[in-house]
């Protein structure tokens, strides 16, 4: 599903900041991948590498066996939009838009979902995410997890490959912090969601059967839960 061959990504000109020192690894389809690592390890550098947010220095990225160096501007748009959903660390839903416009807007610039009816999608999404009586609030209505969710539903309206969070509880409380993940990890094992997720708290473990752990641009292990236990 996923293949990253020995990436690099340096930033800067004069003073020159080494994100990404060459890592390499697979994602298999549904798999629940968790990148940690402390700040400034190369976390969201890596996470932004795999989802074609940035290019990387050097080294090859694989997704569904295209190298993705290879594909056009116009292919690598219609990727981001048809192929992979994120969710960030703000929640990134749009403040003039109510919850069901959020969710739908993918599906407005994917040429692909045309004539497939938008409003019901959307509400079908946020019915799963338990927002299904949140439909017309606006985001200032509604609280942080729900906006979170909002965001989950909107990154999955296209159907993705593969949805990469960035710390997707990062600013949100216990609570909503357990029924955001519990929601990605029930995504994970009902439909097979393949899911790329960053976190830095080591307790997120749990959720994942994939654990890259990154120290200062380098893999440090890339292990597997196998019967409970990391390998
Ligand atoms: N656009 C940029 N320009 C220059 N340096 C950058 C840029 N983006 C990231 N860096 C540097 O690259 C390194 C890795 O950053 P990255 O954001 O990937 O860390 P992280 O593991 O996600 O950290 P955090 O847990 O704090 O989010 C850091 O030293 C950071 O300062
Ligand atoms: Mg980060």
């Known amino acids: ?34 990148i940690m690592g402390k700040s400034g390890s190369g976390k969201s550098t890596l996470l932004h590498q795999m ?44 403040p003039e838009l109510t919850a069901i416009e959020n969710v739908y807007l993918p599906m407005m610039v994917n040429t692909k979902s045309e004539g497939t009816p938008k409003s019901e999608k959307a509400k079908e999404m946020l019915e799963m995410v338990d927002l299904g009586h949140r439909l017309n609030h606006y985001s200032n209505e509604l609280s942080g997890g729900e906006q979170q969710r909002v965001a989950i539903a909107r990154a999955l309206i296209n159907s993705p490959q593969i949805l990469f969070a960035d710390e997707p509880c990062a600013n949100l409380d216990t609570l ?51 019967k409970g236990e990391l390998i």
């Not at 990436?7 to 549904?30: C, D, N, Q």
């Not at 090859?60 to 066996?65: G, L, P, R, S, W």
């Not at 995504?187 to 994942?208: E, F």
């Open 176 to 226: 909503s912090t357990k029924t955001v993940l519990g929601l990605l990890e029930n995504l994970n094992k009902s439909i097979g969601q393949t899911i790329v997720m960053v976190s830095h708290d080591p307790d997120d473990q749990r959720y994942a059967d994939h654990v890259i752990w990154l120290e200062d641009g380098l893999i440090k292990s890339d292990k597997y839960k196998i």
């Open 51 to 94: 989802g074609l947010l940035d290019t990387p220095t050097s080294g090859e990225i694989y997704i569904a066996d295209k190298n993705i160096k290879e594909l056009s501007t116009g292919q690598q748009t219609e990727f981001r939009l048809t192929t992979l959903g994120y969710i960030f660390q703000e929640y990134a839903i749009l």
């Open 1 to 34: 599903m996923l293949k990253v061959e020995n990436v690099t990504r340096t930033f800067g000109t004069k003073v020159l900041t080494h994100a990404l020192k060459g890592v390499s690894f697979e994602i298999k389809k549904g798999e629940f991948v968790i």
